[in-house]
Protein backbone atom coordinates (compact mmCIF):
# COMPACT_ATOMS: atom_id res chain seq x y z
CA UNK A 1 0.00 0.00 0.00
CA UNK A 2 2.88 2.71 1.40
CA UNK A 3 4.84 1.75 -2.73
CA UNK A 4 1.56 2.61 -4.30
CA UNK A 5 1.91 6.44 -2.84
CA UNK A 6 5.59 6.89 -3.81
CA UNK A 7 5.33 8.31 -6.92
CA UNK A 8 2.87 11.01 -5.54
CA UNK A 9 4.67 11.05 -2.29
CA UNK A 10 7.58 12.11 -4.55
CA UNK A 11 6.01 15.01 -6.82
CA UNK A 12 4.49 16.75 -3.70
CA UNK A 13 7.94 16.84 -2.42
CA UNK A 14 9.46 17.84 -5.58
CA UNK A 15 6.62 20.70 -5.63
CA UNK A 16 7.63 21.67 -2.16
CA UNK A 17 11.18 22.10 -2.51
CA UNK A 18 10.06 24.10 -5.68
CA UNK A 19 8.30 26.48 -3.58
CA UNK A 20 10.73 26.36 -0.89
CA UNK A 21 13.28 27.81 -3.54
CA UNK A 22 10.60 29.71 -4.63
CA UNK A 23 10.08 32.13 -1.88
CA UNK A 24 13.84 32.39 -1.85
CA UNK A 25 14.45 34.08 -5.22
CA UNK A 26 11.49 36.14 -4.73
CA UNK A 27 13.43 38.73 -2.53
CA UNK A 28 16.30 39.41 -5.65
CA UNK A 29 13.59 38.69 -8.00
CA UNK A 30 11.59 41.60 -6.26
CA UNK A 31 14.71 43.86 -5.64
CA UNK A 32 15.58 43.46 -9.73
CA UNK A 33 12.16 44.54 -10.47
CA UNK A 34 11.59 47.55 -8.22
CA UNK A 35 14.83 49.06 -9.60
CA UNK A 36 13.24 48.76 -13.08
CA UNK A 37 10.48 50.01 -12.57
CA UNK A 38 11.04 52.21 -9.71
CA UNK A 39 8.14 50.86 -7.42
CA UNK A 40 8.64 50.50 -4.10
CA UNK A 41 10.28 54.05 -3.52
CA UNK A 42 13.58 52.91 -3.55
CA UNK A 43 16.78 55.12 -4.54
CA UNK A 44 19.52 55.01 -5.68
CA UNK A 45 22.24 53.80 -3.33
CA UNK A 46 25.21 56.00 -5.38
CA UNK A 47 25.68 59.37 -5.38
CA UNK A 48 24.30 60.87 -8.80
CA UNK A 49 26.40 63.30 -10.66
CA UNK A 50 25.05 66.97 -10.67
CA UNK A 51 24.49 67.34 -13.88
CA UNK A 52 23.94 71.10 -15.82
CA UNK A 53 20.32 70.02 -16.20
CA UNK A 54 17.99 73.10 -17.75
CA UNK A 55 15.70 74.28 -14.74
CA UNK A 56 12.20 74.14 -15.07
CA UNK A 57 10.67 77.77 -13.42
CA UNK A 58 7.03 76.65 -15.15
CA UNK A 59 7.05 73.77 -12.42
CA UNK A 60 7.40 73.82 -8.83
CA UNK A 61 7.45 70.48 -6.91
CA UNK A 62 6.98 69.83 -3.24
CA UNK A 63 9.30 67.83 -1.53
CA UNK A 64 8.50 66.32 2.15
CA UNK A 65 11.14 65.34 4.03
CA UNK A 66 10.35 62.73 6.64
CA UNK A 67 12.97 61.02 9.62
CA UNK A 68 11.77 58.18 11.68
CA UNK A 69 14.51 55.97 13.79
CA UNK A 70 14.33 52.31 14.16
CA UNK A 71 12.50 51.42 17.86
CA UNK A 72 15.75 49.72 18.63
CA UNK A 73 17.27 53.12 17.43
CA UNK A 74 17.50 55.74 20.42
CA UNK A 75 18.62 59.07 18.51
CA UNK A 76 16.69 61.78 18.00
CA UNK A 77 16.76 62.13 14.36
CA UNK A 78 14.86 64.66 12.38
CA UNK A 79 14.94 66.82 9.05
CA UNK A 80 15.83 70.90 9.18
CA UNK A 81 12.93 71.56 7.65
CA UNK A 82 9.83 69.33 6.63
CA UNK A 83 8.88 70.81 3.41
CA UNK A 84 10.75 72.66 0.32
CA UNK A 85 9.48 73.90 -2.89
CA UNK A 86 12.14 73.33 -5.96
CA UNK A 87 12.02 73.26 -9.44
CA UNK A 88 13.25 70.60 -11.20
CA UNK A 89 16.90 71.08 -12.31
CA UNK A 90 17.41 73.16 -9.56
CA UNK A 91 20.37 71.56 -7.02
CA UNK A 92 19.49 71.85 -3.05
CA UNK A 93 20.97 71.31 -0.17
CA UNK A 94 19.56 70.46 2.98
CA UNK A 95 20.61 68.82 6.83
CA UNK A 96 18.77 66.34 8.90
CA UNK A 97 20.08 66.41 12.50
CA UNK A 98 20.98 63.61 14.57
CA UNK A 99 21.82 63.18 17.99
CA UNK A 100 22.99 60.67 20.11
CA UNK A 101 21.16 61.02 23.93
CA UNK A 102 23.29 57.96 25.21
CA UNK A 103 26.36 57.23 26.54
CA UNK A 104 27.83 54.97 24.08
CA UNK A 105 29.51 55.25 20.84
CA UNK A 106 26.28 54.38 18.29
CA UNK A 107 26.78 53.88 14.50
CA UNK A 108 23.78 54.23 12.34
CA UNK A 109 22.71 53.66 9.04
CA UNK A 110 19.63 55.48 6.83
CA UNK A 111 17.38 53.73 4.63
CA UNK A 112 16.05 56.08 2.61
CA UNK A 113 12.15 55.77 0.47
CA UNK A 114 10.50 57.67 -2.18
CA UNK A 115 6.58 58.24 -2.82
CA UNK A 116 5.14 57.89 -4.71
CA UNK A 117 7.75 54.89 -5.73
CA UNK A 118 7.50 55.73 -9.52
CA UNK A 119 8.66 59.57 -8.71
CA UNK A 120 12.26 57.80 -7.01
CA UNK A 121 13.73 57.11 -10.54
CA UNK A 122 13.66 60.95 -10.39
CA UNK A 123 14.85 61.91 -7.11
CA UNK A 124 18.37 62.01 -7.22
CA UNK A 125 20.80 62.52 -4.34
CA UNK A 126 24.71 64.30 -5.58
CA UNK A 127 24.93 63.81 -1.72
CA UNK A 128 23.66 61.88 1.13
CA UNK A 129 24.14 60.56 4.78
CA UNK A 130 22.57 57.78 3.96
CA UNK A 131 25.46 56.58 1.21
CA UNK A 132 27.72 55.51 4.53
CA UNK A 133 26.86 54.93 8.27
CA UNK A 134 26.91 57.69 10.97
CA UNK A 135 29.22 57.07 14.02
CA UNK A 136 27.93 59.23 17.10
CA UNK A 137 29.40 59.14 20.31
CA UNK A 138 27.28 59.87 23.45
CA UNK A 139 26.45 62.82 23.57
CA UNK A 140 27.37 63.91 20.16
CA UNK A 141 25.25 65.76 17.42
CA UNK A 142 25.26 66.54 14.09
CA UNK A 143 24.17 67.98 10.98
CA UNK A 144 23.87 65.16 8.24
CA UNK A 145 23.76 66.80 4.73
CA UNK A 146 21.60 65.86 1.55
CA UNK A 147 22.63 67.61 -1.87
CA UNK A 148 20.05 66.78 -4.45
CA UNK A 149 17.76 67.45 -7.39
CA UNK A 150 14.91 66.60 -9.36
CA UNK A 151 15.01 65.62 -13.06
CA UNK A 152 13.16 67.92 -15.30
CA UNK A 153 12.02 64.55 -17.04
CA UNK A 154 9.92 63.45 -13.61
CA UNK A 155 6.22 63.30 -15.36
CA UNK A 156 3.74 65.94 -14.56
CA UNK A 157 1.48 63.81 -12.75
CA UNK A 158 3.90 64.82 -9.87
CA UNK A 159 3.47 67.30 -8.14
CA UNK A 160 4.66 66.09 -4.21
CA UNK A 161 7.50 64.00 -3.60
CA UNK A 162 7.62 62.68 0.24
CA UNK A 163 11.34 61.32 0.89
CA UNK A 164 11.26 58.77 4.08
CA UNK A 165 14.53 58.13 6.07
CA UNK A 166 14.11 55.21 8.71
CA UNK A 167 17.34 55.04 10.68
CA UNK A 168 18.81 52.06 12.31
CA UNK A 169 21.08 51.22 14.75
CA UNK A 170 23.94 48.93 13.20
CA UNK A 171 26.49 48.95 15.65
CA UNK A 172 26.54 45.31 16.38
CA UNK A 173 27.18 44.73 12.90
CA UNK A 174 29.81 46.96 12.96
CA UNK A 175 31.78 45.69 15.98
CA UNK A 176 31.22 42.42 14.10
CA UNK A 177 33.20 43.10 11.16
CA UNK A 178 35.95 45.27 12.97
CA UNK A 179 36.58 41.82 15.36
CA UNK A 180 36.77 39.98 12.20
CA UNK A 181 39.09 41.70 10.21
CA UNK A 182 41.32 41.80 13.95
CA UNK A 183 41.01 38.13 13.80
CA UNK A 184 42.41 38.04 10.55
CA UNK A 185 44.63 39.97 10.56
Known amino acids: MALKHAPLTLKLAIVALGMFGFGFALVPLYDVFCDLTGINGKTATTAATAEAAV ?72 ECFCFTQQHLAGGENMLMPLQFYIDPALPSQFSTITLSYTLYDVTSAWEGTAASAQLGE
Not at 84 to 98: C, F, Q, R, S, T
Not at 100 to 110: D, E, F, Y
Open 55 to 126: VDLSREIVIEFIARPNKQMPWLFKPEVTRMKVHPGEIHIMNYLAENPTQRLIIGQAVPSVSPGQAALYFHKI
